[in-house]
């Protein structure tokens, strides 16, 4: 139990585009998801956190324009990179807590390698 | 806002030996402590997790200790295999706060045949 996964697993885009990333509990219902960012050799860090039906929460120091969140079931959330740079290029997990079990878990995906060009 | 301090950034153990990470945190308030293993491109995966309401929890070959007073907690892993190789991340949270995690900067674990 407690899959999350993310859609795509992979993407390589042109400088100025905008990708889409999915993320979906598999077999539970999610009413918070977060979203996190890591770099190479580096610790994760939380960019937003996304609740079902509402805005999502944007850490400091996190463009809420240029990362676009939407949490419009209890099962799947998006984030929209907008407007990419080479800057922008990193893993880009994200993570689903399970409002049935504990009060805290949270299980993640997979993760997305964004590469911009 | 919580800060995790997370030590050592590599270790290197011989198979059958065992290892020890550790971590610190400074929000008293918290009260929940996962331990995530990421392998290369993957995803975290959670291995096992700590309520500030316990002192030692065990799985396996795996066990987590907390001490509330000093404010840190710890991961042991005994017989370890080579596939326990990867990077592992402690992590600190408390309700009122979202529900949030605060990672700590990993340990990338090596276990040599």
Redesign the interface.
């Known amino acids: 139990g407690a899959v999350v996964s993310q859609h795509p697993s992979r993407v390589i885009c042109k400088s100025g585009t905008s990708v889409k990333i999915e993320c979906r509990s598999l077999d539970f219902q999610a009413t918070t998801m977060f979203w996190y960012r890591q770099f190479p050799k580096q610790s994760l860090m939380l960019m937003a956190t996304s609740n079902e039906g509402s805005k999502a929460t944007y850490e400091q120091g996190v463009e809420k324009d240029k990362f676009l969140i939407n949490h419009a079931s209890l099962t799947l959330s998006t984030l929209t990179v907008t407007s990419a740079h080479p800057e922008d290029s990193s893993f880009y997990i994200c993570s689903a807590r399970d409002a049935s079990g504990g009060e805290n878990e949270q299980f993640f995906g997979p993760g997305t390698r964004l590469t911009v060009l | 806002g919580e800060n995790v301090e997370q030590h050592p950034s590599t270790l290197s153990v011989q198979e059958g030996d065992s290892a020890v990470i550790k971590c610190t945190y400074s929000d008293s308030a918290s009260n929940?402590f996962?331990w995530?293993k990421q392998e290369l491109?993957?995803?975290?995966?959670?291995i096992i997790?700590i309520r500030s309401n316990v002192g030692e929890k065990k799985d396996q070959r795996i066990a987590v200790t907390l001490n509330k007073t000093a404010k840190h907690f710890s991961l042991h892993i005994t017989e370890t295999q080579p596939e326990d190789s990867a990077v592992y991340?402690c992590a600190g949270?408390?309700?009122g706060g979202?529900?949030?995690?605060?990672?700590?900067?990993?340990t990338q674990l090596k276990v040599e045949l």
């Open positions: 929940y996962p995530y491109g993957k995803g975290p995966q959670l997790d991340f949270g408390f309700k979202g529900n949030k995690l605060t990672f700590g900067t990993g």
